[in-house]
């Protein structure tokens, strides 16, 4: 859209809106025979008129009405912008356009940023995950039990293998799963345990067994003890060997 600076020149006749401008013009502002165009003077005041091609007119001006001059607050002769005036509906279609692009843009730096978010506090929380998972594996000095003792557990079912895994999981010092042979017909209260060691469970056959004072080990049992180095090696002598 061109814009042209003219001479506004007063008609003989009240312009009523109107003005007169060269053919040539009419092409240089974008504008067809007797369309609307934005007359603007030195001082601001806008005016929209309707334009006719006159090649009477000089190209370097316009013939405005003396009302019309009144309304631009200039004199005759008087300098003014000349561009087209554009329509209602092409307006409202620019600004839609214009819109869309920023409602694009803006949708496209939130979701850029929820992405960036996300990221960040996914991030965060497998820190967190990895972080506490370090500490549970800190404080499980054996965090992993010995293979005789996997297998010891593989044999009872799946309830009580996991409530026997979890006490020696979480027992201070080692475990282990001892399997009578030397301990055979004694009970466990006449046992002589060791002061740093202690019965976690009581395996037979396939059963995990209430420990009691009573109860009178077997060949074959396997005893669950947990207990410093010193105390494992006092039980597996007492109980298996």
Request: proline content about 4%.
């Given at each position: 859209m061109e814009e042209t600076i003219l001479q506004a020149v007063k008609r003989a006749m009240p312009g009523h809106g109107r003005a007169r401008i060269h053919e040539k013009l009419l092409t240089?502002?974008?504008?067809?025979?007797?369309t609307e165009v934005e007359v603007t003077s030195e001082g601001g005041q806008i005016?929209?008129?309707?334009?006719f091609a006159d090649d009477l007119v000089e190209e370097g001006t316009i013939r405005i009405?003396?009302?019309?001059?009144?309304?631009?607050?200039?004199?005759?002769g008087g300098k003014v912008a000349v561009k087209r005036k554009i329509p209602l509906d092409e307006q409202i279609k620019t600004a839609a356009e214009v819109t869309a692009d920023q409602i694009g843009t803006k949708a496209k730096e939130f979701s850029e940023k929820v992405r960036e978010?996300?990221?960040?506090?996914?991030?965060?929380?497998?820190?967190?995950?990895?972080?506490?998972a370090d500490v549970i594996k800190e404080n499980l000095p054996y965090g992993v039990l010995?293979?005789?003792?996997?297998?010891?557990?593989?044999?009872l079912?799946?309830?009580?293998?996991?409530?026997?895994?979890?006490?020696?999981i979480r027992a201070e010092g080692k475990s282990a799963a001892l399997i009578i042979h030397s301990g055979s017909g004694r009970t466990i209260g006449n046992l002589t345990m060791h002061p740093e060691s202690s019965i976690a469970g009581l395996q037979r056959e396939g059963k995990l067994l209430e420990i009691s004072p009573d109860i009178v080990l077997s060949?074959?049992?396997?005893?669950?003890?947990?207990?410093?180095?010193?105390?494992?090696?006092?039980m597996r002598k007492m109980l298996e060997e």
């Open positions: 240089i502002l974008g504008v067809g025979d007797q005016l929209t008129l309707t334009v009405g003396g009302d019309d001059l009144k309304k631009l607050g200039i004199p005759d978010d996300t990221k960040q506090f996914t991030d965060k929380v497998s820190q967190t995950v990895k972080n506490s010995p293979k005789e003792t996997e297998k010891a557990l593989s044999a079912p799946g309830e009580d293998a996991k409530k026997i895994k979890s006490i020696l060949e074959g049992d396997i005893v669950y003890v947990t207990g410093s180095e010193d105390g494992l090696v006092y």
